[in-house]
């Protein structure tokens, strides 16, 4: 039986990671989990998305995955090293991909980073690019009105850019010329996201760089699936199925050479 990398998010955020490691890793069969009867995660106190982030890593355990990623910039912030010092497998985070990616990037050494409050509040990208790049400036700004836009299917809308357009305004005046989307949602809202911020700014996704370090990972420990095996992609959600099911085909349709499979997890909230 194919080992699967276990990828997880308090909802559909994590697709954006999913859909980069399905395209550089066609061959790998991937397990993703969406806590969307509990995100967003952002306004949460860290003890509970640790709670959460755990819950959900024992759900996953139970599939034998050999690698786990937690494609959640909240959880990444206050949940990674627990569980890397309970597991024996490679376990990742976005933080310090995303981080790397804008140290690449910017030519000024001034960075902007969006993400919800629990990631903002953490200063975990701040501290992920100066320990890289002490000099680095950054700004942050929590955008706590984007994660819903993207749960409910709504990204595409009127209404997502003009909250996007209102949410991103303290930055505008900002001299950055690189964008961390430092939550997994934000890649779904890149369209206006672009609409609002200056041509000259890059926008950056954790996305890129996290699948890059999945495939590093894999390929050093010798655990990469091989060319000929084709994989079955198992996707579960906490809350509504539904509007799970269609955000997810809808996002990786291209991607999607194996079968999608749906459940409505039983609930152990």
Same mark, same amino acid.
């Given at each position: 039986?194919?080992?699967?990398?276990?990828?997880?998010?308090?909802?559909?955020?994590?697709?954006?990671?999913?859909?980069?490691?399905?395209?550089?890793?066609?061959?790998?069969?991937?397990?993703?989990?969406?806590?969307?009867?509990?995100?967003?995660?952002?306004?949460?106190?860290?003890?509970?998305?640790?709670?959460?982030?755990?819950?959900?890593?024992?759900?996953?355990?139970?599939?034998?995955?050999?690698?786990?990623?937690?494609?959640?910039?909240?959880?990444?912030?206050?949940?990674?090293?627990?569980?890397?010092?309970?597991?024996?497998?490679?376990?990742?985070?976005?933080?310090?991909?995303?981080?790397?990616?804008?140290?690449?990037?910017?030519?000024?050494?001034?960075?902007?980073?969006?993400?919800?409050?629990?990631?903002?509040?953490?200063?975990?990208?701040?501290?992920?690019?100066?320990?890289?790049?002490?000099?680095?400036?950054?700004?942050?700004?929590?955008?706590?009105?984007?994660?819903?836009?993207?749960?409910?299917?709504?990204?595409?809308?009127?209404?997502?850019?003009?909250?996007?357009?209102?949410?991103?305004?303290?930055?505008?005046?900002?001299?950055?010329?690189?964008?961390?989307?430092?939550?997994?949602?934000?890649?779904?809202?890149?369209?206006?996201?672009?609409?609002?911020? #200056?041509?000259?700014?890059?926008?950056?996704? #954790?996305?890129?760089?996290?699948?890059?370090?999945?495939?590093?990972?894999?390929?050093?420990?010798?655990?990469?699936?091989?060319?000929?095996?084709?994989?079955?992609?198992?996707?579960?959600?906490?809350?509504?199925?539904?509007?799970?099911?269609?955000?997810?085909?809808?996002?990786?349709?291209?991607?999607? #050479?194996?079968?999608?499979?749906?459940?409505?997890?039983?609930?152990?909230?």
């Amino acid at each position: 039986m194919q080992q699967a990398i276990a990828i997880l998010d308090s909802g559909v955020g994590g697709l954006t990671v999913v859909k980069e490691v399905m395209r550089q890793l066609p061959q790998e069969k991937i397990i993703y989990f969406g806590d969307t009867a509990r995100t967003p995660y952002g306004p949460r106190d860290a003890e509970e998305v640790k709670l959460f982030t755990n819950q959900i890593v024992d759900y996953l355990i139970q599939f034998q995955p050999k690698m786990i990623v937690i494609a959640c910039n909240t959880a990444t912030a206050v949940a990674l090293d627990d569980i890397r010092n309970r597991l024996d497998i490679p376990v990742l985070g976005v933080i310090s991909p995303g981080a790397r990616a804008a140290i690449k990037s910017t030519r000024s050494g001034i960075v902007g980073v969006i993400g919800t409050d629990g990631t903002i509040r953490s200063n975990a990208y701040e501290q992920a690019l100066k320990t890289i790049s002490p000099t680095i400036q950054v700004h942050s700004l929590a955008c706590p009105q984007l994660v819903p836009l993207v749960e409910q299917g709504i990204y595409n809308s009127t209404e997502a850019l003009e909250t996007v357009r209102e949410s991103l305004s303290p930055l505008l005046n900002k001299p950055i010329d690189c964008l961390i989307l430092g939550c997994t949602h934000y890649p779904f809202l890149t369209q206006a996201i672009k609409e609002v911020v #200056s041509p000259d700014v890059t926008l950056l996704s #954790s996305a890129d760089e996290t699948a890059r370090e999945v495939s590093t990972i894999l390929y050093h420990q010798g655990m990469l699936a091989s060319a000929d095996e084709v994989p079955v992609h198992q996707f579960f959600c906490s809350g509504d199925a539904e509007i799970f099911h269609k955000i997810t085909e809808s996002w990786l349709h291209e991607q999607l #050479s194996g079968m999608l499979v749906v459940w409505q997890v039983p609930t152990f909230i």
